[in-house]
């Protein structure tokens, strides 16, 4: 803890990230792009066809969210990359005035599995709104990602699936690097945008750190690690973090892709990781489920149906400062539209406050107990409601 300042004095052409303290791996800092900071840690929504679901812009960012995710892919096959740009991009075309980072596409052409055929050149698919067959290069994924405006853009690469031997492992990630380089190659380098490469190799230490040299040889204003929580557990995706943010720079964001629940962000921030996204939130409050500091709750379940009390008693969002849990239910089990919202509203703002409070632990030096109360909080539980309230 106590580290001064890394300070990552940009060239002309890069976007500026800065460290400014530390507390042993874990680390607090800020990255500047073309539509403004992102404090990091941070958590990005995802809003994968342009839309964080369930939820309005203005919405979002009272959270406190200050970056949100596109996607390559959805938004090529509808409503088309060219049409946002001649809309003036995406921020423009979704009201987001803030930071946007867009994934690739890889994971979701990787998740088509039959539908796709992989090759050097890249990836040809068929699309699942209707069929029609498509193609995706390291090439065309920049020039898709430049028509979206995305301040941060993802290099194309293969997920590689959890469960492959080494071998396997070897010749998707060397694939990986290969497309990372015609992406460092085809990206249009602009004031305060930049393209993030992506760390493959499965759960296997040896490719992961080659994988790490291979981009960092290449040079990339930030590093992701892919090909995590895709179902190796959360004691492997620590290993393997354990293995791969050592050799990532220190002066670069590092993203972690797709993750994840509360505990895996604190552990992950723990082990060095600066920006995260996934649907685990949103997609949660879909479905009923609320994120508090006691532990995930399922406002389905008959006991909070005469209960007064909010979701989470030390939480100030929209949902918690407005409404019960015995409305919330109502709402749940007469498959009210506004449930959905305000259970999606209260899960990106707690996931904002753990955030924050990461942040802030790691400028006080106190990360370790910031973890310790969290951990005692989650395993503690709801607490039930008293009759009579």
Known sequence: MGAGPIIVRAMKKQMQFTVSATDGRARRGRLDTAHGPLETPAFMPVGTAATVKAMTPEAVAETGAQCVLGNTYHLMLRPGSERIRRLGGLHEFMNWPGPILTDSGGFQVWSLKDLRKLTEKGVTFRSHIDGAKHELTPESAMAIQNDLDADITMVLDEC?????????????????????????????????????????????????????????????????????????????????????????????????MG????????????????????????????????????????????????????????????????????????????????????????????????????????????????????????????IPAIEGD
């Open 160 to 256: 590689t699936p959890f469960g492959v031997d080494e071998a396997e492992a070897r010749v998707s990630m060397e694939l990986s690097m290969r497309w990372a380089q015609r992406c460092r190659d085809a990206f249009e380098q602009r004031p305060g945008y930049g393209l993030f490469g992506i760390v493959q190799g499965g759960v296997y230490p040896n490719l992961r750190a080659e994988s790490a040299k291979a981009l960092v040889d290449i040079g990339f204003d930030g590093y992701a690690i892919g090909g995590l929580a895709v179902g190796e557990g959360q004691d492997l995706m620590f290993q393997t973090l354990d293995v791969t943010t050592p050799h990532l720079p220190e002066d670069k964001p590092r993203y972690l």
């Open 259 to 382: 993750v994840g629940k509360p505990s895996d962000l604190v552990g992950a921030v723990e082990r060095g990781v600066d920006m995260f996204d996934c649907v685990l939130p949103t997609r949660s409050g879909r479905t009923d489920q609320a994120f508090t500091r006691r532990g995930q709750l399922n406002i389905r379940n008959a006991r909070h149906k005469d209960d007064p009390r909010p979701l989470d008693a030390d939480c100030s969002c929209y949902a918690c400062t407005n409404y019960s849990r015995a409305y919330l239910h109502h709402l749940a089990q007469s498959k009210e539209i506004l449930g959905l919202t305000l259970l999606t509203w209260h899960n990106l703002h707690y996931y904002q406050e753990l955030m924050a409070g990461m942040r802030h632990a790691i400028e006080s030096g106190t990360f370790a107990d910031f973890k310790a109360a969290f951990e005692a909080q989650q395993a503690a539980g709801d």
